[in-house]
């Protein structure tokens, strides 16, 4: 369940200096330096580009001034993105004012309420915040809506090395798999861990077992109905771990089934919760 985004927006913006939107030039419209999103899916890009082409930009951009009849983009990148794909020489807009930082926590708000970042992007715009406006670890949880502890421990996946980050941006491990190679002191030792995950497709379990140095168990033998898995099922449970940073288990049945989410700490927990949009009083 998202949680709305008017509240997390609205707090950062002035009245609008122009209503209805107006349309302006798309190449008026340069990007927000500060974007925290950086990968968009190429294909999702192409079909939105297709809907506009029919129907329009049915949502305006969220910009503000910056002198010359120019404006930077605060909200609505994926529009922007498509609207050039689908070769649209104006675009809707909406004029505010806003300041450098607040442009930045309205992206950032945007993007973690509809899931469309990824946790080392999320990081960088933690750090971001933190490092270009002075703010503490508690002043950037406050700004995003995360607990102090969510926002400390995404950060600290900028600890780890650049191809081990790369591989959390592209999917080919997931946030649990990162966080468990934090528990990995050596870099040689991490970076060995890390090789085993691409290669043996290690779940995040056996990675924290490993990073404790505990042995990995024999695997039992997979039975036949095991090894005939549907491969949809495979495919959302690979989807669902990727979105959790967790090992999840889908067990479905001809008329019922069971989602199962594995997590080893509180922190963990609360990160599932807060992808599920609860808050926990």
Same mark, same amino acid.
């Given at each position: 369940?998202?949680?709305?985004?008017?509240?997390?927006l609205?707090?950062f913006?002035?009245?609008? #200096?122009e209503?209805p939107?107006?349309?302006?030039? &798309?190449? @008026?419209?340069q990007?927000?330096? =500060?974007?925290?999103?950086? /990968?968009?899916?190429e294909e999702?890009?192409?079909?939105?580009?297709a809907?506009?082409?029919?129907?329009?930009?049915?949502q305006?951009l969220?910009?503000?001034?910056?002198g010359?009849e120019?404006?930077?983009l605060?909200?609505?990148?994926?529009?922007?993105?498509?609207a050039?794909?689908?070769?649209l020489?104006?675009?809707?807009?909406?004029?505010r004012?806003?300041?450098?930082?607040?442009s930045?926590?309205?992206?950032?708000?945007?993007?973690?309420?509809?899931?469309?970042?990824?946790?080392?992007?999320?990081?960088?715009?933690?750090r971001m915040l933190?490092e270009?406006?002075g703010?503490n670890q508690?002043?950037?949880?406050?700004?995003?809506?995360?607990?102090r502890?969510?926002?400390?421990?995404? #950060?600290?996946?900028?600890k780890?090395?650049?191809? &081990?980050? @790369?591989a959390?941006?592209?999917? =080919?491990?997931t946030?649990? /798999?990162?966080?468990a190679?934090?528990?990995?002191?050596?870099?040689v030792r991490?970076?060995?861990?890390?090789?085993?995950?691409?290669?043996?497709?290690?779940?995040?379990?056996?990675?924290e077992?490993?990073?404790?140095g505990?042995?990995?168990?024999?695997?039992?033998?997979?039975?036949?109905?095991?090894?005939?898995?549907?491969?949809?099922?495979v495919?959302?449970?690979s989807r669902?771990?990727e979105?959790?940073?967790?090992?999840?288990?889908?067990?479905?049945?001809?008329?019922?089934g069971?989602?199962?989410?594995?997590?080893?700490s509180?922190?963990?927990?609360e990160?599932?919760?807060?992808?599920m949009?609860?808050?926990?009083?």
């Open positions: 369940m998202r949680r709305a985004l008017g509240k997390g609205t707090q913006l002035d009245e609008p #200096l209503a939107p107006a349309d302006v030039a &798309v190449e @008026a419209v990007p927000n330096p =500060r974007q925290p999103r950086r /990968h968009f899916d999702a890009l192409a079909e939105l580009a809907s506009i082409r029919e129907h329009g930009v049915l305006p969220v910009v503000r001034p910056v010359d120019r404006f930077e605060i909200a609505g990148e994926r529009r922007l993105r498509a050039k794909l689908a070769g020489k104006t675009v809707p807009v909406s004029v004012t806003a300041s450098a930082q607040a930045l926590e309205i992206a950032l708000i945007e993007n973690v309420q509809r899931e469309d970042i990824n946790p080392i992007e999320c990081a960088e715009a933690y933190a270009e406006f703010l508690d002043q950037v949880a406050a700004k995003v809506g995360k607990s502890a969510a926002v400390s421990n995404t #950060l600290r996946l900028l780890l090395s650049e191809d &081990v980050q @790369a959390v941006q592209d999917g =080919r491990i946030e649990g /798999h990162a966080r190679l934090l528990m990995v002191d050596s870099p991490q970076r060995a861990l890390f090789e085993r995950i691409v290669a043996e497709g290690l779940s995040v379990r056996e990675t077992r490993l990073a404790r505990e042995a990995r168990p024999p695997q039992a033998p997979k039975s036949a109905e095991e090894r005939r898995e549907d491969p949809n099922v495919r959302i449970q669902l771990s979105h959790f940073g967790a090992k999840v288990k889908v067990d479905h049945g001809r008329n019922r069971r989602i199962s989410i594995e997590y080893f509180e922190d963990e927990l990160g599932i919760l807060e992808k949009g609860l808050v926990l009083g």
